[in-house]
């Protein structure tokens, strides 16, 4: 039997009951007369992919993480963030640029950043370059912005500059994000944990260094708890001369005293766990987690929901314990290197936390510190091979003690050599507290 209504086209009108019952009713007979339905192909189930509808624009999910709160730095003030980039659009779109404005929409350009200075920028576990977001994908920006005194800065307003290519053409796309608030303040006003000189702030903030692009969420939550974090090394200096940089002092750094920055509770503390020896990072055999990453530590609780973190300390020297009182300028314990390390320093950081991973990474400030220069980045400590004399590019670099400037309120950024001379903080006036967010910091986002 030839059934010619086979190529029929069954077509429902909306949801209209009759043309359903009429188009259930010719199918069974159809079907019953021996013939073949052709339904033509099967609408998409909900595991097929969505569907790209141009109209709803570029479909990307664009948020910082954790506050933004300005840092003051060499006499002006900085903003460090990250912005977290998830691909929700069918289409892979591509990051070409990104505006930062100042104010709740395009107001004042602060800067942009093209596809080469992007590419610096980003971090991603996906395949490819980072700056093509496929849906389902994320990818991270990180951002150092240093603020003109002139402007006022109360909200960032981000356009991203997209495009995506499908069969040849390319289309481009242009998203406007939510203005994001700038925290007033610029962090607790502390003492420097160290004291003497010349010391180097290694992997600073500033740079894109491994403690910014160390991306560890944990319980589920990331929390970008190094974002201003320091490893403090002591420098070498000819001995002839006496203003030239040899390199890092590895032998002299460890075993200086550490001092509390600031007046507060000690929260924290651990002690007990081995030293590596210098150059050889985990020769120890000590098992890293969450615990031991820190290696020996103290953390005390300086107010305003601040806790200033102390790690990587010599086995043996934490001279406090938890619940203890101490008074800034308050011997704690001494540098070492212990825990996730393999040369001896000082890791500094205030978060908003005193637990390892769980805090947001806060600035701070030094009331008095004497400035010396501040040099091009340097290699991370993986790339220091125990037989290498390791000068981080330092060597050579000129030194002049009589010629260092005296830095007030201020967070030395990556790179910078500086002095922390006992004159000096002596007679520093201590000012504002712990916190020193009074209505001054506003004050100083405007310039003033």
Known sequence: ?????????????????????????????LILAGCTVDFGEPEPDSSDPPVALPGLGARLSVAPIGPLVPARAEGQLHLLYELRVVGFDPRTL?????????????????????????ADMVESFAPGDGLSIESGRESVLFFTIAIPSEIEVR???????????????????????????VETGQGPLVDPPLRGGPWRAHAGPGGQTHHRRTLAPRDGKLTMDQRFATDWFRLALDPETDAEILGPDWVNTAGEPVFAVANGVVVAVVDGLPDEPIGELGASGLV??????????????????????????????????????????QVIGRVGNSGNTSHPHLHFAVTDSPIVGQGRGLPYRFRCFEWFSRIAPIPSWDQVAEDDPADFGLAGTAFVPGQAELRRSEIPLGGAIVDFSDAVIAG?????????????????????
């Open 1 to 29: 039997m030839i059934c010619e209504a086979a190529d029929v086209s069954l077509e429902v009108e909306g949801s209209s009951k009759l043309n359903l019952r009429r188009c259930i009713h010719l199918t069974l007979a």
């Open 428 to 448: 520093c006036p201590a000012g504002g507290g712990a916190s020193g967010s009074d209505g001054s910091d506003r004050a100083e986002l405007r310039g003033e």
């Open 288 to 329: 890293i987690d969450w615990e031991t990453i820190s290696g020996n530590r103290v953390v005390i609780d300086i107010g305003d929901g601040h806790y200033a973190w102390y790690e990587h300390l010599e086995s043996g020297s934490v001279v406090t314990q938890v619940g203890a009182r101490v008074t800034r300028g």
């Open 94 to 118: 591509r990051i070409d640029s990104v505006g930062v404005y100042s104010g709740d929409s395009v107001n004042t350009l602060l800067t942009t950043h093209g596809t080469v200075q992007l």
């Open 155 to 181: 909200h960032l307003f981000h356009r991203l500059w997209l495009s995506s290519e499908s069969r040849g053409a390319t289309s481009s796309f242009v998203l406007n994000t939510e203005p994001i608030t």
